[in-house]
């Protein structure tokens, strides 16, 4: 499933005490950092979902770092229907701490998040079907 991401390398899992209660977990540098009091009260569903959001924002990041890096050796990737979406990851990334700062609903708009809780939402339903 995550793997279907083409994500490797060396991503990390921490856990941390004292995350706001509002944070569940976040994806930055190749880590995925998770709020142990969410992990300790909540239910599988709820830690898978956890996990597949985080690993699509890492698979946001790589992807968009890819598209930067094309676009500057001169390919014209804004032109490949693959490369659609990674502008919008792109355009969200530049409005991501305004967005997060004015509010959980201007965060949840967030086109990231968007895609990210779409994402996770889809895997664990999967997950769910095979059971």
Known sequence: MVEDLGLEGDFRITFTHGLSNDTLAYYKDHRIDYNDAFLSTAKEPDMLNAVFHECFHAYQEVVSNVYTDLLEQ??????????????????????????????????????????????????????????
Do not use: C, H, W
Not at 100 to 110: I, L, Q
Not at 116 to 128: C, G, H, I, M
């Open 74 to 131: 001169g390919v014209r990737v804004d032109k490949m229907p693959d490369f659609e979406r990674v502008s919008e990851y792109i355009d969200a990334y530049g409005t991501y701490a305004s967005d997060s700062a004015t509010g959980f609903a201007s965060y949840e708009a967030n086109r990231l998040e968007y895609y990210a809780r779409a994402f996770a939402e889809s895997q664990v339903a999967k997950l769910a079907s095979v059971i």
